[in-house]
């Protein structure tokens, strides 16, 4: 993080990927500590005297261009609390894990443990069966109790591994699933024309244009969640629909906000999903093209 200083109190936080962003400094240059606060609401009454934050200085586009520090994901510090271990538990080594969940097509919901080096997470043995939707079942009945087990994580278990006592602390990942499951994971309504998908605003004309403002369109949860807040306080039916229609939101908040996960970043598009269906339609548009002849001479070959 890098920043840049004016008559007032007010620094910018510049995009850590921009080479601009990122200086390094010599540990002896280092004079003191201070305290920096992102001012993510208007109001900056209650800084006095202290350095603040309320926009970032990015590139898009090979152009400088200033926004709001809300248009940004918050760090996990900022959503998540760390409680602290027990006295009694004090001297205990603590175990951290990161819980990926992959729920595919045909219902399964499979546990991995990212802390895994890759080239063993992929290993088949190495999904672990959570268990199967029923075929019109509910997935928030499904993962209730996962969920329930997970806020208990969360806060830190003792375990007994192989005789000797830790403190185990686990979080959410990544979340992967296919369409539609991967939206409603999260509370975004179905890819529509205008609604964008489950990470970003983007309407379907603008999705190939090079140059997006990726950071201006995407989807954050603390906005998100002011967003489910406004529908959930809608006097009406008819008002509570148009609410998450312009949202393009369901109307409530997915069951996984109930968990400490940044829903929006952690749960990607199945790239592989995507492909191989757009894969498929090539072939298959590329094969109608064909003459009877050329047809068998290509599925010959
Ligand atoms: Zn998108």
């Known amino acids: 993080m890098a920043r840049l200083t004016t008559q007032k109190l ?94 595919n097509d045909f219902g399964g919901v499979y546990v991995q443990l990212g802390n895994m080096p890759f080239d063993i997470r992929k290993h088949l043995r190495n999904h672990f069966i959570l268990g199967f939707v029923p075929f019109g079942g509910s997935f928030d009945d499904f993962i209730h109790l996962f969920v329930l087990d997970m806020n208990q994580l969360e806060k830190g278990v003792l375990m007994n591994i192989q005789g000797n006592d830790y403190w ?43 140059n997006l403002d990726i950071a201006m369109i995407s989807r954050y949860h603390h906005i998100t969640n002011v967003q489910f807040e406004g529908i959930s306080i809608a006097s009406t039916f008819a008002q509570r629909d148009e609410i998450s229609k312009k949202y393009s939101l369901r109307n409530s908040p997915p069951i996984l906000d109930q968990l400490q996960y940044e829903c929006h970043l952690q749960s990607p598009q199945d790239t592989y999903h995507l492909i191989a269906r757009i894969t498929l339609k090539l072939l298959k548009l590329t094969i109608s093209m064909l003459s009877l002849y050329g047809e068998q001479k290509f599925l010959k070959s």
């Open 168 to 210: 185990i602390i686990a979080g959410l990942g990544c979340v992967t699933a296919d369409l539609p499951q991967g939206n409603d994971l999260v509370g975004v309504k179905c890819h529509s024309a205008i609604g964008g998908c489950r990470t970003c605003l983007v309407a379907k004309d603008n999705a190939t244009n090079e």
């Open 10 to 103: 007010q620094l910018w936080l510049v995009d850590q990927y921009l080479e601009e962003g990122s200086i390094i400094v010599n540990t002896t240059k280092i004079i003191k500590k201070i305290n920096i606060s992102i001012i993510r609401t208007s109001s900056i009454n209650n800084i006095i005297n202290s350095l603040y934050i309320k926009e970032i200085l990015y590139k898009n586009n090979s152009h400088w261009k200033l926004q709001d520090v809300n248009l940004d994901y918050m760090h996990p510090c900022e959503y998540s609390t760390l409680i602290a271990l027990p006295p009694e538990y004090n001297n205990l080594k603590v175990l951290k894990l990161f819980i990926d969940i992959y729920y």
